[in-house]
Each structure stands twice: as structure tokens, then as C-alpha cells.
T-cell receptor, first 112, second 111 residues
């Protein structure tokens, strides 16, 4: 079956880099996504990467994709207190007519 | 502004009552979804709909029902058969089965 796995917690100091990791199961996934959820709110799409890419950078965010190991990471440079949230990884299974599969989320705590 | 709205933000239900959560989108998306989120848990898919007048069960459909009579609207009814309905409910929509856009959520509490 499908399973997207993430570590549940990460704590970093303000100004440091944060790296949130994710492993997925469908090697044919076409797109992989990162979402951010602030307390009491819905999920906000942060960024995504197409499966034929190794890296994507968007301001402070860098996404790395290792297709061989089915490993995805999100790096947040110069982490700020406003980055404290839950971050969800999601894959788009290639078999079609199937919704995104989400991980359980990583809670990022930024210490001032 | 285009987006997804959910109402109400907070909802209280007595045991044995059915309640309906509203979800509306003006993004012209074909697909809509309902998820349940419990503290410390990820998202669990309840129902989804890829087109008007059609919907599919997700992983935890028991005790819930939906309808999709209009493209813009996908209401979720939590029935009395759902034994533990207290949770945060999220609605989402997408153009096809691609990236989903989420509403702000409804927090349901059973008294």
C-alpha cells in the first residue's frame, strides 16, 4: 500500500536552517508537495517538485528529491519564529484517479 | 477573491444529532475532498468527488455522508452513527487530482 512517512517533531534555533524529511512509496509519483499548517488553520501549499527534477529553490525554501531512495526534503534557510507550524509532505500517485497521499506531518518548533 | 470557504468555524453537537458542515469553492475546480484531522494525527480522507453527482468513499467514510449537486458545493453530514466525531474537519478542492487547496477548517465538538 501507499505510505508517506515523516518524522513527527523538529526543533531548531531561530536563524538556523531546518531540514524536514519525507519518504514516499510510489516511485512513479508525478508530483510531490509540501504544505504548511499553522495552528487552527487549513493547509497552505508551500511548494512542489516535478518528479524529473532533483532540486527546486524558492526564496528560503529548497526542495531536494532523491528518486532512487524515494526521499524528499524541505530545507528552510534562516528559520524564523513565524515558520513554526506543521509541515506535510504529499505525493501524487501515478496510477491515476487517486487523491494525494499525505504524511502525518512534522511539527517544527523554532526557539528564539 | 477566489478560494474555499467552510462554515461554521466552530460547531457543537449533542450526541445523537446529525450536523452538516458547509464547503464552498469559487475556483472552478472539479474535484473536492473532505478530511478529518485529530490532534497529533495526519489527514484522513473521508470522501472525495471528482465531478458533480459523483463521489467516492475515502479511508474513513463510515458515519459520514456527502452530496455533490453543484460544482461549487460539497457539504458533509456527520451522522449519529459516527461514534467519535470530535475533530477538525478540512475541505479541499483541486483541478483534477493535482495539488489541493484547503479551506480554513471547521472544529466540531460533541457535547
Amino acid at each position: 500500500g501507499e505510505d508517506v512517512e515523516q518524522s513527527l517533531f523538529l526543533s531548531v534555533r531561530e536563524g538556523d536552517s531546518s531540514v524536514i524529511n519525507c519518504t514516499y512509496t510510489d516511485s512513479s509519483s508525478t508530483y510531490l508537495y509540501w504544505y504548511k499548517q499553522e495552528p487552527g488553520a487549513g493547509l497552505q501549499l508551500l511548494t512542489y517538485i516535478f518528479s524529473n527534477m532533483d532540486m527546486k529553490q524558492d526564496q528560503r525554501l529548497t526542495v531536494l528529491l532523491n528518486k532512487k531512495d524515494k526521499h524528499l526534503s524541505l530545507r528552510i534557510a534562516d528559520t524564523q519564529t513565524g515558520d513554526s507550524a506543521i509541515y506535510f509532505c504529499a505525493e501524487n500517485p501515478a496510477r491515476g484517479n487517486t487523491p494525494l497521499v499525505f504524511g502525518k506531518g512534522t511539527r517544527l518548533s523554532v526557539i528564539a | 477573491d477566489g478560494g474555499i470557504t467552510q462554515s461554521p468555524k466552530y460547531l457543537f453537537r449533542k450526541e445523537g444529532q446529525n450536523v452538516t458542515l458547509s464547503c464552498e469553492q469559487n475556483l472552478n475546480h472539479d474535484a473536492m475532498y473532505w478530511y478529518r484531522q485529530d490532534p497529533g494525527q495526519g489527514l484522513r480522507l473521508i470522501y472525495y468527488s471528482q465531478i458533480v453527482n459523483d463521489f467516492q468513499k475515502g479511508d474513513i467514510a463510515e458515519g459520514y455522508s456527502v452530496s455533490r449537486e453543484k460544482k461549487e458545493s460539497f457539504p458533509l453530514t456527520v451522522t449519529s452513527a459516527q461514534k467519535n466525531p470530535t475533530a477538525f474537519y478540512l475541505c479541499a478542492s483541486s483541478a483534477g487530482l493535482n495539488e489541493q487547496f484547503f479551506g480554513p477548517g471547521t472544529r466540531l465538538t460533541v457535547l
